[in-house]
């Protein structure tokens, strides 16, 4: 059982940056793939981000390449989403999940383990 708790969400200008933390419980954590989801009102959950279980490989949605970038700390079971250049459109509530396949991916229905979500506001 892994227990992921966000935060880092709030409120920011469009053009401005918000870092997203996932803390994850337990002593496996090296062992999950790590995925960023996000969701807007009225919208179907949207991958955003995945990372591999050492951090050596990524994958982005295309909207968000070149701004956003995820990564992850093992020694301190968390992973992270640097979010630059924000847009209003990446107004969402951002998830982090973990997966135990042994590759990354987009397709939630991968991910075993789901955090509550931090709402993440771009005013424009």
């Known amino acids: 059982q892994v227990q992921l708790v966000e935060s880092g969400g709030g409120l920011v200008q469009a053009g401005g940056s918000l870092r997203l933390s996932c803390a994850a419980s337990g002593r496996t954590f090296s062992s999950y793939a790590m995925g960023w989801f996000r969701q807007a009102p009225g919208q179907e959950r949207e991958f955003v981000a995945a990372i591999s279980r050492s951090g050596g490989s990524t994958s982005y949605v295309d909207s968000v390449k070149g701004r956003f970038t995820i990564s992850r700390d093992n020694a301190k079971n968390t992973v992270y989403l640097q979010m630059n250049s924000l847009k209003p459109e990446d107004t969402a509530v951002y998830y982090c999940?973990?997966?135990?396949?042994?590759?990354?991916?987009?397709?939630?229905?991968?991910?075993?383990?789901w955090g509550q979500g931090t709402q993440v506001t771009v005013s424009s």
């Open positions: 999940a973990a997966s135990n396949m042994p590759y990354i991916s987009g397709d939630y229905a991968l991910y075993i383990y």
